[in-house]
């Protein structure tokens, strides 16, 4: 009977778990879109200013942390100040990217940052990867070159923005992987907003633009939904493990396509939907592999 009743636990947990994701994921689109929309008329590194700013906002009125100094202490200081820099210049190519190219498009090749992801952690983890898991990422990257289309004058040259924060991005996350064997994730959490609101507050003075009411409330807006997404990550986080969560992180790709066509009246083309299709299926796959590496097997 309580075999039965923790079964049924465990499942509801992650039943939580997923719905959780799938809210993060969505609101990851919107801020996207809200990027998009504010980078038209105000210079990004105000823009991305704001995320952090209000996003730092936010995260600490829905976390409520009690103790700073808590938040503060590390065991990898440095290495806590890169991944967030590195973080940082994700964030600023996302946004450069989002605003000469369409809302899916820059999505779309940003979510290579999983097959990047898997590179890196050799050098920098020591982990090994397989031959099944090199193809994938092979043709995970063959993918994003069919969405570019580099040489070809179609796609704009910000398409390798794009590119940049999917390697910037998958730094990031091998770094935080690094470091979460040691430190807790909100103490992780705040060095990333700190360090954010810093190198930007720096430059603010010499680009500043003031907004109307209108642009402050999509600021803010912006804020609020990255601070959501992040907490509901970390809620997903608590009740099932990443590699069960990992492939409903695509429902980011699908709100930024609908978000989108909703909000500029932008469909992808044909070739960004076929080197989509192959990003997520050679994602899914490594999110495959991933999971019998972790039951022992070679992947």
């Given at each position: ?44 590194f105000?823009?991305v200013?704001a ?21 503060v ?6 290495l ?12 600023f ?6 605003r ?32 099944r ?10 993918g ?11 796609v ?12 910037f ?8 992987r ?10 992780s ?7 954010g ?43 099932a ?25 932008a469909l992808?083309?044909i ?19 991933e ?9």
């Amino acid at each position: 009977m309580s075999t039965r009743a923790g079964t049924a636990g465990e499942q509801t947990n992650v039943v939580r778990a997923i719905v959780f994701i799938v809210v993060g994921m969505t609101f990851f689109g919107l801020s996207d879109a809200l990027a998009k929309l504010l980078v038209a008329d105000l210079p990004v590194f105000e823009v991305v200013w704001a995320r952090y700013t209000f996003h730092f906002i936010f995260l600490f009125v829905l976390l409520r942390p009690r103790s700073i100094g808590r938040l503060v202490r590390t065991a990898h200081p440095r290495l806590q100040i890169t991944r967030s820099a590195v973080h940082f210049m994700a964030a600023f190519c996302a946004f450069l990217a989002l605003r000469y190219l369409p809302l899916a498009e820059a999505t779309a090749i940003a979510f290579v940052w999983p097959l990047l992801a898997c590179v890196l952690s050799v050098p920098i983890l020591k982990e090994r990867v397989g031959m099944r898991r090199w193809t994938a990422i092979a043709v995970g990257l063959a993918g994003a070159l069919i969405i570019i289309r580099p040489g070809l004058g179609i796609v704009h040259w910000a398409a390798f923005l794009a590119l940049g924060m999917a390697l910037f991005y998958a730094t990031y996350h091998v770094l935080t992987r690094k470091v979460g064997t040691t430190d807790p994730f909100m103490t992780s959490l705040f060095y990333m907003g700190t360090v954010g609101v810093l190198i930007t507050s720096l430059m603010l003075p010499f680009i500043w633009v003031a907004p109307d009411q209108t642009q402050w409330l999509l600021l803010a807006t912006l804020g609020l939904s990255g601070a959501t997404s992040h907490f509901c990550v970390i809620q997903a986080l608590q009740n099932a493990s990443a590699s069960t969560l990992a492939p409903f992180g695509y429902v980011h790709l699908v709100s930024a396509t609908f978000l989108g066509y909703l909000i500029f009246g932008a469909l992808p083309d044909i070739p960004t939907i076929i080197g989509s299709l192959i990003i997520v299926a050679s994602g899914m796959f490594l999110f495959y592999r991933e999971r019998i590496r972790a039951r022992g097997v070679d992947g």
